[in-house]
Structure formats: structure tokens, C-alpha cells
């Protein structure tokens, strides 16, 4: 099957099985979700040019109280642009694909790395954040007795489809910045203003560039 220039073979969504298909029906599949012009926009961009854009940005933390070698691997180097790809979701009618965007050794990586560890200390004060199943089902033990009236309660599930691409940038930064900002003596900011983390995270989530095949896209 390596050896069939025609055939792709991918790793299923949710579980450990592969898929065979042919790389044309693969490449269909996954163009029907990069067509949503609503999420995604062709472009031309370079890892060298995102690079300068990057080294840019980061002049906003100089002087500031981040260490000053966490500071410099900020800075881009000899980097790649993310790769896009998609599971079979082989659980679902016709197999639709589950976007994945690859993004280890991008000019974002270092900087979004470092985002990640300062806002990652916020989930305990986000009421709705779940650990575990096991967290789900006790919050529910502990909870349904409160709600039963003359019916008991019917627990509902629900899913989004395209649920990062469809929030909205501004009011996802804006929300996120309400929590840094109200949790700020909580958490170790790294030496990041809350100014300079505002802007930080809007630039990263603007500049969500990766390819496929030989065309540049970027999330809107």
C-alpha cells in the first residue's frame, strides 16, 4: 500500500484503526472543509516573512520582567509553516474529516507555548472546566439532587461544529483578558504585562497560517 502512489493511509479519529482511501477522495474531504470562506482564506505567506512578523511583535516585551533567555527563544529561527491535515472519522456517515493543524517548529510555537502556560493556570477558576469523566460524574452526583422536582431532570449533550473556528477573535481574546486581568495576583504571568498579553494573544490567533499541499491558508 506504501508503494501505491494513488492510496493515502490515515489514522482514524477516536480509535486505532487505519483508513485507506484514495488520495484524491482524501484531498475532496478535505477541501470541503477548506472551503468554508467563512473560517479559512487562501494566501501567500512564508515561514521567513511570518518570522519577521513574529521577531516584530516581541519588541513589545522588551524591558519588561521576562527572563531574559525565556525572552530570546521567543525569537523564530530555521522555522516551518503548520501543516494541515484530517482524520477519518470513521464513526460518522461518509467519513467526513477532523481538521488538524500541525504546528510544532512554526514562528508561532515558542510564543503560543508561552501563552499556553500563562493562561493554562486560569482553568481552575473557570467554573464549566471538566478534569476528567470522573469530574463530570461526581459534579453531576452532587448536583442533580438539587434539581429534582415532580420530573426528574433529562441530562442533555450537545456538540458545536467548527468550535475554534467559529469563535469570533475579538470577543475570545476580550474574554480571556477579563480572566488574566481579574486573576492576575493568582498567576505567574511570566514576566508578560497584561497590555503586552492582550496583544500577544490577539497576534497569534491573527496569524494562523499553515499549508496544504502546495496552497498557504490562514483561519480566519
Given at each position: 500500500?506504501?508503494?501505491?502512489?494513488?492510496?493515502?493511509?490515515?489514522?482514524?479519529?477516536?480509535?486505532?484503526?487505519?483508513?485507506?482511501?484514495?488520495?484524491?477522495?482524501?484531498?475532496?474531504?478535505?477541501?470541503?472543509?477548506?472551503?468554508?470562506?467563512?473560517?479559512?482564506?487562501?494566501?501567500?505567506?512564508?515561514?521567513?516573512?511570518?518570522?519577521?512578523?513574529?521577531?516584530?511583535?516581541?519588541?513589545?516585551?522588551?524591558?519588561?520582567?521576562?527572563?531574559?533567555a525565556l525572552l530570546r527563544?521567543?525569537?523564530?529561527?530555521?522555522?516551518?509553516?503548520?501543516?494541515?491535515?484530517?482524520?477519518?472519522?470513521?464513526?460518522?456517515?461518509?467519513?467526513?474529516?477532523?481538521?488538524?493543524?500541525?504546528?510544532?517548529?512554526?514562528?508561532?510555537?515558542?510564543?503560543?507555548t508561552v501563552l499556553e502556560?500563562?493562561?493554562?493556570?486560569?482553568?481552575?477558576?473557570?467554573?464549566?472546566?471538566?478534569?476528567?469523566?470522573?469530574?463530570?460524574?461526581?459534579?453531576?452526583?452532587?448536583?442533580?439532587?438539587?434539581?429534582?422536582?415532580?420530573?426528574?431532570?433529562?441530562?442533555?449533550?450537545?456538540?458545536?461544529?467548527?468550535?475554534?473556528?467559529?469563535?469570533?477573535?475579538?470577543?475570545?481574546?476580550?474574554?480571556?483578558?477579563?480572566?488574566?486581568?481579574?486573576?492576575?495576583?493568582?498567576?505567574?504571568?511570566?514576566?508578560?504585562?497584561?497590555?503586552?498579553?492582550?496583544?500577544?494573544?490577539?497576534?497569534?490567533?491573527?496569524?494562523?497560517y499553515f499549508r496544504f499541499?502546495?496552497?498557504?491558508?490562514?483561519?480566519?
Amino acid at each position: 500500500l506504501k508503494q501505491n502512489e494513488e492510496m493515502t493511509i490515515k489514522r482514524a479519529d477516536k480509535s486505532k484503526s487505519f483508513v485507506v482511501m484514495s488520495k484524491t477522495t482524501y484531498s475532496e474531504k478535505v477541501h470541503d472543509i477548506l472551503k468554508n470562506e467563512q473560517n479559512y482564506e487562501e494566501c501567500s505567506m512564508t515561514a521567513e516573512k511570518l518570522e519577521d512578523l513574529v521577531n516584530e511583535e516581541l519588541k513589545i516585551l522588551e524591558g519588561s520582567d521576562m527572563d531574559p533567555a525565556l525572552l530570546r527563544g521567543l525569537h523564530p529561527n530555521g522555522t516551518r509553516l503548520a501543516e494541515f491535515y484530517g482524520l477519518p472519522k470513521t464513526h460518522k456517515a461518509n467519513t467526513p474529516m477532523r481538521p488538524v493543524v500541525a504546528a510544532c517548529d512554526t514562528p508561532l510555537t515558542a510564543l503560543s507555548t508561552v501563552l499556553e502556560r500563562v493562561l493554562n493556570q486560569l482553568l481552575p477558576f473557570v467554573p464549566a472546566h471538566l478534569e476528567s469523566t470522573k469530574d463530570a460524574i461526581d459534579r453531576l452526583k452532587s448536583t442533580l439532587p438539587t434539581l429534582r422536582s415532580d420530573k426528574d431532570p433529562i441530562i442533555v449533550s450537545m456538540d458545536v461544529v467548527g468550535l475554534y473556528p467559529s469563535i469570533p477573535i475579538d470577543e475570545g481574546v476580550e474574554a480571556v483578558m477579563s480572566m488574566v486581568s481579574k486573576h492576575t495576583g493568582d498567576i505567574d504571568m511570566l514576566g508578560i504585562p497584561v497590555g503586552a498579553m492582550w496583544k500577544l494573544l490577539g497576534f497569534v490567533l491573527r496569524n494562523n497560517y499553515f499549508r496544504f499541499g502546495n496552497t498557504i491558508y490562514r483561519q480566519r
